[in-house]
C-alpha cells in the first residue's frame, strides 16, 4: 500500500520561508516521478513543481520559479519543497502526488497516489 504523508505547513509572513516534506512509503522515489500541488479555496488543483525519477531533473509552475525548489533523499524515501520570498497567494493546502509516468507530468489525472495535504497560510 502506497502512503503520502506531508508535513511542514504553518502560517508565516510575507517574504519568509518554509521547507514542506513527503513521506513516502511503499514505493520507492527510484521508481517515481513526484510533485507537489497546491489548492486554493474556490480554485482548481494546480501543479507546483516535479522531480523525475531519481532526482535527474525538476520542473517548475511559472508562478513559483526561482522561489521554490523541489528535492528527494532517496535513503529516506522523502520528497522536499524549500519555498523561499513566500507571497499572500501562495496560500493553499499543498500536496504531494506520485506516479510512474516519465517524462514531466503536470496534471492531476497523471498522478496515481496523493497525499491528505498540509496548510501553508502566508499573511500579508
Known amino acids: 500500500q502506497v502512503q503520502l504523508v506531508e508535513s511542514g505547513g504553518g502560517l508565516v509572513q510575507a517574504g519568509g520561508s518554509l521547507r514542506l516534506s513527503c513521506a513516502v512509503s511503499?514505493?520507492?522515489?527510484?521508481?517515481?516521478?513526484m510533485a507537489w500541488f497546491r489548492q486554493a479555496p474556490g480554485k482548481e488543483r494546480e501543479f507546483v513543481a516535479g522531480?523525475?525519477?531519481?532526482?535527474?531533473?525538476?520542473y517548475y509552475a511559472d508562478s513559483v520559479k526561482g522561489r521554490f525548489t523541489i528535492s528527494g533523499d532517496n535513503a529516506k524515501n522523502t520528497v522536499f519543497l524549500q519555498m523561499d520570498s513566500l507571497k499572500p497567494e501562495d496560500t493553499a493546502v499543498y500536496y504531494c502526488?506520485?506516479?510512474?509516468?516519465?517524462?514531466?507530468?503536470?496534471?492531476?489525472?497523471?498522478?496515481?497516489?496523493w497525499g491528505q495535504g498540509t496548510q501553508v497560510t502566508i499573511s500579508s
Open positions: 511503499g514505493r520507492t522515489l527510484s521508481s517515481s516521478t
Open positions: 502526488a506520485a506516479t510512474g509516468i516519465l517524462g514531466t507530468p503536470a496534471s492531476t489525472d497523471h498522478y496515481d497516489y
Open positions: 522531480i523525475r525519477r531519481r532526482g535527474q531533473s525538476t
